[in-house]
T-cell receptor
């Protein structure tokens, strides 16, 4: 049973470009969560999705950030017109109930 | 919404000593409290969790205690080893479903 898969592991973008981060949940899991982690800081909740539905996006910045979890395929976190402050590790987690299991994260670097 | 405070931010112990990390939460409706260990450059990994109907849970050298009245919970690691060195995060469920709200983390250093 493969764990939570995230890709890419590292992503470099120039200011103004778009970043797309992908997350495939564990088999059988229908809940996906995205978290952002800045260096030497904690995990900040961004968004919680189930298939084709955004359940809670209270942690998402109002502009430039969006997320989806389509019926088929991985969950996507999309950041438009990236700025240097978007540089961080983005972790996806999935659950089938209560326990959350994390992927290895995507390290986004904005030049 | 839920707010989780974690202390201390750094903790240094000698190998073999015990380590204790404490967290408080704000939402009395929270009912699930996991702990994660994150090694440098790695993913957070679930090491132990406790539900609100239980006061204490133990798994080998790791134990967690929960005081619902005071709204705080603690992680206890006994007989620490160098490989226990990592950042530890506590978390609690929010009042809007399954999302976890995390504490700020504790960097544990176990010196041989």
């Amino acid at each position: 049973n493969a764990g939570v898969m995230q890709n890419p592991r590292h992503l470099v973008r120039r200011r103004g470009q778009e970043a797309r981060l992908r997350c495939s949940p564990m088999k059988g899991h229908s809940h996906v969560y995205w978290y952002r982690q800045l260096p030497e800081e904690g995990l900040k909740f961004m968004v919680y999705l189930q298939k084709e539905n955004i359940i809670d996006e209270s942690g998402m910045p109002k502009e430039r950030f969006s997320a989806e979890f389509p019926k088929e395929g991985p969950s996507i976190l999309r950041i438009q017109q990236v700025v240097r402050g978007d540089s961080a590790a983005y972790f996806c987690a999935s659950s089938g109930g209560e326990k959350l299991f994390f992927g290895s994260g995507t390290q986004l670097s904005v030049l | 919404g839920e707010n989780v405070e974690q202390h201390p931010s750094t903790l240094s112990v000698q190998e073999g000593d015990s380590a204790v990390i404490k967290c408080t939460y704000s939402d009395s409706a929270s009912n699930y409290f996991p702990w994660y260990k994150q090694e440098l450059g790695k993913r957070p990994q679930l090491i132990i969790d406790i539900r609100s109907n239980v006061g204490e849970k133990k798994d080998q050298r790791i134990a967690v205690t929960l005081n619902k009245t005071a709204k705080h919970f603690s992680l206890h690691i006994t007989e620490t080893q160098p490989e226990d060195s990592a950042v530890y995060f506590c978390a609690a469920t929010g009042n809007q479903g399954g999302k976890l709200i995390f504490g700020q983390g504790t960097e544990l250093s176990v010196k041989p």
